[in-house]
């Protein structure tokens, strides 16, 4: 059977479908265009999964979604997503009712962990953590080739636990959460905090590699950030791999000075789990999506 499946994102929406074998025969990528609203965004989703169904000329298929946040296994509703328009909404109700069909909601770190562990750097591996590191922070559980949730759908929810009760606030409502430290948009928060002067992570990025002294400086605390961070996360799941995404996953020198400071941290004569990039890319959620769906 083909599969459809949709990544839904703050500033952009993307859908795929997949063959029998999983071979991509097509893509479209959309701004979700979230200023407008909840019912715009259905709208949205509705027409891009109506051209991706047209493109199959309306053949049998799965359909699966993968988006910030999580539906909330007491209500029903989606929670803790960073597109707020959706919190606290019916989206997978009110979206099967315009579709006429079941569809399945997952993490959308969930959705690029499933993809990594089947078909990109953990493949073969029995224990994955996905690490979404873009504008927030997600993170999600493999365990032998299935997505592990929780019964509150908010395993591997890595970005929101506090390394640092003092630390800044952050949008769930706690205190120095993963999120704030190692995130984009947290380490072009606390640059901003720390320098008074905005920089893109791209900017920070290229003065580091330049030796700038404030760049410098304001990485190593990222660095140690991301090995406490992740030293945390290793002494609870063990896992055998843990893998990057998102635009921070970019910057060469997590996987050196940011591994380093894991082995300092964690709770071990020496670091087996391996850290790495992502091998499917800016792909891997939305092919996640397709995998996940019903």
Request: with cysteine; aromatic share 8%.
């Amino acid at each position: 059977m083909f599969r459809i499946g949709i990544d839904l994102g703050g500033t952009k929406t993307e859908g795929v479908v997949l063959d029998e074998s999983g071979r991509e025969l097509f893509r479209k990528r959309a701004a979700t265009q979230q200023e407008n609203g909840y019912l715009h965004i259905l709208n949205r989703i509705k027409a891009l999964h109506d051209e991706l169904a047209a493109h199959i000329h309306g053949k049998a298929h799965t359909f699966g979604i993968g988006t910030p946040g999580a539906i909330s296994p007491r209500t029903g509703l989606l929670k803790n997503s960073n597109t707020v328009c959706l919190n606290g909404r019916p989206l997978k109700t009110d979206l099967e009712r315009m579709l006429g069909r079941k569809i399945e909601i997952q993490n959308d770190a969930n959705c690029f962990a499933l993809a990594e562990a089947l078909y990109g750097a953990g493949k073969g591996k029995q224990l994955v953590f996905g690490v979404i590191l873009g504008t927030g922070c997600g993170g999600g559980i493999v365990y032998k080739g299935e997505v592990v949730a929780g019964p509150q759908a908010i395993a591997g929810e890595w970005g929101h636990m506090s390394i640092n009760p003092n630390g800044p606030v952050c949008h769930c409502g706690q205190r120095g959460c993963v999120e704030t430290y190692v995130s984009g948009g947290g380490l072009e928060a606390r640059y901003a905090e720390r320098y008074r002067g905005k920089k893109s992570f791209t900017e920070i990025a290229k003065d580091y590699y330049c030796r700038e002294p404030k760049a410098v400086e304001f990485m190593k605390a990222f660095f140690r950030n991301f090995g406490r961070a992740t030293a945390n996360l290793i002494a609870v799941l063990d896992p055998d791999i843990v893998i990057l995404g998102g635009g921070v996953s970019k910057f060469d020198a997590l996987y050196t000075e940011g591994t380093a400071e894991v082995a300092q941290c964690v709770f071990s004569d020496c670091l087996e789990t391996s850290i790495v990039k992502h091998q499917i890319g800016d792909s891997a959620g939305v092919i996640g999506a397709a995998l996940i769906g019903i």
